[in-house]
């Protein structure tokens, strides 16, 4: 006859292993998403300091040349900005308020950088490729997910182009009033392209065909190269 | 809805990984008595008990011969050993192949008519005279030492029932070796649950008994087509000891094709819910010990948790593949090679990725201890790689039919 001992020692022992390993996992999961958030947060302090010596620079203009004032590698580190971003946001869920403040601050940054690239254009009579491109969460907006590809297909097909995307939905002030200085409609997908808002979805043909420039500037870089 | 479901799948990680633990925990607490049950194996025996080798089978005549010359090559006194062939109605040439050995003082031979393998076996019940008796599969094959390591273990007075250690017989195809892995799993798992005193199936691949046990429960019934586990219940509830002779091989021709694979897997799997609702008072009753209180209820949701697991992780990869197809159809296909600077920041460092990290870890330690104990090395092979790879996806293929022919009483056939 076999007795059938419990030995509930060895029970409540592998709990709390168990528990532990499970503890771990969380603190581990919580110290990697704080360091996620800490390096957008430096990355977003180090475009601030950047965007600040530009528009410096930019006052300074009477005493340097255009040439001297260059912002490209701004834009580069925005865009490489939104992809962790958007890492942080799947890790975190959107409505964190650590994201959403993320969010704000990046929002904030590509205005400014929108803004001063505008008036570099203006002093050296040059002309940007940007688009301003307004998104919302999928339920809101179905096209959006499709109008990303477009979009990302279209900076890496033409490298000179800009383009900010902002999350129509950001509860951010100087956000709203870019809408409603460009008469954005919550229709989204939103583009403004040539500073004309354009709404629906837009294939990259649709595009191209909205702003020619785009193809003449790949036009231009094919001949300098040569 | 996403909340609930995450909730539901860290409470099915959480109890796997609790059951994950307390193998492990079990294995550190018995290693030595492992070592210990090597060196009494290593003695031998001194008084040999008699057995007899029940063989039922069903047009089988293309493995009998080599059963029964693996049978006859036992390294047992042939005066102790009894091999008894008992042809259950087959349609096919298994009776001729039988007659083959009509000559060998030890083989003896019966032809009944077709009833399934549990009135097969309770015909050669009844004429058992030996002290200990077993069966062997007309599609198993026997190591020549596994009979003298398995009798070894009925030294102990308590012990009614010892199990021995399957593998498959000389694997090919993918479907083969990923079954290899299985079963060498199957050979540490069964060594725990023995330790455990919560083994559930007493493999119909030579499992052998003391004769007096059947005159206690009584013989083999139908079971769902799992007789072998029925019966192992069945002593269990009557607090009936089973051991485990983790060193007793015995080989199994595994199936080749996930087709064959799949049907017998689905008989497995039905009968053990159809015998677990038929022997549910075991459950969280601590006269069963650990089998109540632990071993059961984890077997059998895991059924259930590795089904909703696999359904989210179809879903998920559903939708990644939606989304691909959303893109290639808006912006056309193009490929460029993820760029190889490592930035830990994209490393998925979310909570489910990290503990299904760790307890993949703890099946990969558990896979090479167990490959050890079945190998006697611990070198992965591409077997390991199979496993891990396909089995999730196979698995719950004959998983969800039996839970569907278990809830709507769907017929489950043999073959």
Redesign the interface.
């Known amino acids: 006859?076999?007795?059938?001992?419990?030995d509930w020692k060895?029970?409540i022992?592998?709990?709390l292993?168990?528990a532990i390993?499970?503890g771990t996992?969380?603190y581990?999961?919580s110290y990697?998403?704080n360091k996620?958030v800490a390096?957008i947060r430096g990355i977003q302090d180090k475009i601030a300091v950047d965007i600040l010596s530009s528009e410096t620079q930019f006052s300074l203009l009477a005493e340097s040349s255009c040439k001297d004032i260059d912002n490209t590698s701004l834009s580069k580190e925005l865009s490489s900005l939104e992809g962790?971003l958007s890492?942080a946001e799947?890790?975190r869920g959107t409505d964190n308020s650590e994201v959403q403040y993320l969010k704000q601050y990046y929002a904030l940054l590509e205005i400014k950088d929108y803004l001063l690239m505008k008036k570099v254009a203006q002093k050296c009579n040059a002309e940007p490729l940007y688009i301003l491109y307004f998104y919302s969460t999928p339920d809101k907006c179905p096209d959006c997910?499709?109008e990303g590809?477009?979009l990302?297909?279209l900076r890496e097909t033409y490298p000179k182009l800009r383009i900010y995307s902002f999350d129509y939905d950001t509860n951010l002030s100087a956000l709203q009033t870019l809408i409603e200085v460009h008469k954005i409609k919550s229709t989204l997908p939103a583009l403004l392209i040539n500073e004309t808002p354009q709404y629906e979805f837009k294939?990259?043909e649709d595009i191209e065909k909205l702003y020619p420039q785009l193809v003449k500037s790949l036009a231009t870089t094919t001949v300098n190269a040569r | 809805m996403p909340d609930i479901s995450n909730t539901i799948i860290y409470i099915f990680i959480?109890i796997s990984?609790?059951f994950e633990?307390?193998v492990l925990?079990t294995y550190f607490e018995t290693r030595l008595t492992i070592k210990e049950e090597n060196v009494v194996i290593k003695k031998g025996l001194k008084k040999y008990p008699s057995v007899t080798i029940m063989v039922p089978c069903w047009n089988e005549a293309g493995t009998l011969s080599k059963t029964i010359h693996s049978l006859l090559n036992l390294n047992y006194p042939k005066d102790k050993l009894k091999i008894m062939i008992i042809d259950d109605g087959s349609t096919d040439n298994t009776w001729k192949v039988a007659e083959k050995f009509k000559n060998k003082p030890q083989v003896e031979m019966y032809h009944k008519e077709n009833g399934g393998k549990y009135t097969a076996l309770n015909f050669g019940l009844t004429k058992i005279t030996t002290d200990l008796v077993g069966c062997l599969d007309a599609d198993s094959y026997v190591d020549k030492d596994a009979l003298q390591n398995i009798v070894t273990y009925f030294q102990d007075k308590?012990t009614m029932a010892v199990t021995p250690s399957v593998k498959v017989w000389q694997p090919k195809t993918i479907i083969q070796l990923i079954q290899k892995v299985e079963y060498g799993w199957g050979i540490f798992l069964r060594k725990m649950l023995s330790y455990m005193?919560a083994l559930y199936v007493t493999p119909g691949p030579f499992s052998i008994f003391r004769r007096e046990i059947f005159d206690v429960v009584g013989g083999y019934r139908h079971a769902h087509q799992t007789e072998d586990m029925e019966l192992a219940m069945r002593l269990q509830t009557n607090?009936?000891?089973i051991a485990n002779a983790h060193n007793a091989y015995v080989y199994t021709v595994a199936p080749a094709t996930l087709r064959k694979l799949y049907k017998q897997r689905l008989r497995w799997t039905y009968g053990f819910l159809k015998n677990v609702i038929d022997y549910r008072f075991v459950f969280f009753k601590?006269?069963?010990?650990?089998?109540?209180?632990?071993v059961l209820p984890v077997a059998s949701l895991s059924i259930f948790s590795a089904l909703y697991l696999i359904a989210v992780t179809m879903f998920s990869f559903g939708q990644s593949v939606f989304?691909e197809i959303?893109?290639i159809q808006?912006?056309g296909f193009?490929y460029t090679w993820p760029a190889f600077n490592f930035n830990w920041?994209?490393i998925n460092?979310?909570?489910l990725a990290?503990?299904s990290t760790?307890a993949l870890l703890g099946t990969i330690y558990m896979m090479l201890l167990s490959r050890k104990m079945s190998e006697g090395n611990v070198r992965p092979g591409l077997d390991m790689l199979y496993f891990l790879t396909l089995y999730t996806f196979i698995a719950p293929l004959w998983m969800a039919k039996a839970v569907y022919n278990t809830l709507f009483k769907v017929k489950t056939s043999w073959r």
Do not use: C, P, W
């Open positions: 006859m076999q007795h059938n001992t419990i060895k029970y022992f592998t709990f292993i168990t390993i499970f996992a969380i581990l999961s990697f998403s996620k390096e962790k890492i799947k890790d997910e499709k590809y477009v990302t297909k294939s990259i | 959480f990984l609790y633990v307390f925990i308590e005193g607090h009936i000891k601590r006269e069963y010990g650990n089998l109540g209180i632990f989304k959303i893109k808006t912006v193009s920041f994209t460092t979310e909570f990290l503990i760790i």
